[in-house]
């Protein structure tokens, strides 16, 4: 089945430093989804990608769809203590867009 | 106020009892999911609804029951045959396929 890895499982960073989270599947996707986690909440959409090679940002948030549609990528400018949380990436599998399989995370972790 | 509400927060059961997690959201979603949340590990899916009446089975169905008679309703119920139930469950719902899932807060699920 498919499988979605993301890199790195736990960051932490200076308040002001870059923070970059990779996530990549085994299979192409159709479209990748990023969730934010807080701690002790719930995962929240941030974005969709599905154009390939795709770029969007949200103020100091940017997000890559790669060429093949086979990868991903968060990248935090001047991340702040309110950036802190488990950021997931989840793309669809098995031939539905209902199913979506989640990355583990990557947990940042934001020392003010 | 419209979101998915889940209940309880927090829920405590012995081993071998079942026990239904209640799910309702006011979003007038046709699609609702069940996913489970281990430390350390990103969601895994359950079970989806893609309309009233009907559900497939997820990744992890087995060990769980659905039901999906009213649309705005997707209880979940965890039977003794689920071999480590204690864990955090999230439901969602989203407007269409593929689209940005909602989540609700989440039940804790410990079993004693």
């Known amino acids: 089945g498919q499988q979605v890895m993301q890199i790195p499982q736990y960051q932490h960073v200076q308040e002001g430093e870059d923070f970059t989270t990779y996530c990549n599947s085994s299979?192409?996707?159709?479209?990748i989804q990023w969730y934010k986690q807080r701690p002790g909440g719930h995962p929240v959409f941030l974005i969709q990608l599905v154009k390939s090679g795709e770029v969007k940002k949200q103020k100091r948030l940017t997000f890559q769809f790669g060429e093949a549609k086979k990868n991903s990528s968060l990248h935090i400018t001047a991340t702040q203590t309110t950036d802190v949380g488990t950021y997931f990436c989840a793309g669809p599998w098995g031939g539905s867009n209902y199913k979506l399989t989640f990355g583990k995370g990557t947990l940042l972790t934001v020392n003010p | 106020d419209g979101g998915i509400t889940q209940s309880p927060k927090y829920l405590f059961r012995k081993e071998g009892q079942n026990v239904t997690l209640s799910c309702e959201q006011n979003?007038?979603?046709?699609?609702m999911y069940w996913y489970r949340q281990d430390p350390g590990q990103g969601l895994r899916l359950i079970y989806y609804s893609q309309i009233v009446n009907d559900f497939q089975k997820g990744d992890i169905a087995e060990g769980y029951s659905v039901s999906r008679e009213k649309k705005e309703s997707f209880p979940l119920t965890v039977t003794s045959a689920q071999k480590n139930p204690t864990a955090f469950y999230l439901c969602?719902?989203?407007?269409?396929?593929?689209?940005?899932?909602?989540f609700g807060p989440g039940t804790r699920l410990t079993v004693l």
């Open positions: 299979t192409t996707l159709s479209n």
């Open positions: 969602a719902s989203s407007i269409a396929e593929g689209g940005e899932q909602f």
């Open positions: 979003l007038n979603h046709d699609a």
